[in-house]
């Protein structure tokens, strides 16, 4: 198990391998997920503050270069599975913008 810890929602534990955006949205934490966990939209952006997200896949450099997302610790959530401990905050919630979280993403 790893540990979650998201500022403002405090810290849970997760079952390593676990996409890290259903692991927040599964512990009530306000996240976006447009797309449906495609990477696609990048509405599921984090700032991971502390720990390792683990390598970035293809999918996730291309739409990051293709919207301009240049910062290191800025990850989507939907991309990235658990493997230990992290903290993390969501930079687009579904508080902040108005829309609704979109479709939920496939384990």
């Known amino acids: ?27 009530g934490v306000d996240i976006l997920h447009r797309c449906g966990g495609n990477a696609r939209c990048t509405t599921c952006i984090v700032d991971v503050q502390d720990g390792e997200a683990g390598e970035m896949g293809e999918a996730e450099a291309a739409v990051r270069s293709t919207k301009g997302i ?4 800025h990850r989507l ?31």
């Open 1 to 27: 198990m790893a540990m979650i810890t998201v500022e403002g929602k405090g810290s849970f534990e997760v079952e390593e391998g676990k996409k890290l955006v259903l692991a927040l949205e599964d512990n």
């Open 70 to 73: 240049d910062n290191p610790s």
């Open 77 to 107: 959530s939907c991309q990235i599975h658990v493997h230990e401990d992290l903290t993390v905050q969501p930079l687009k919630t579904v508080s902040s913008t108005g829309l609704d979280a979109g479709p939920r993403p496939q384990d």
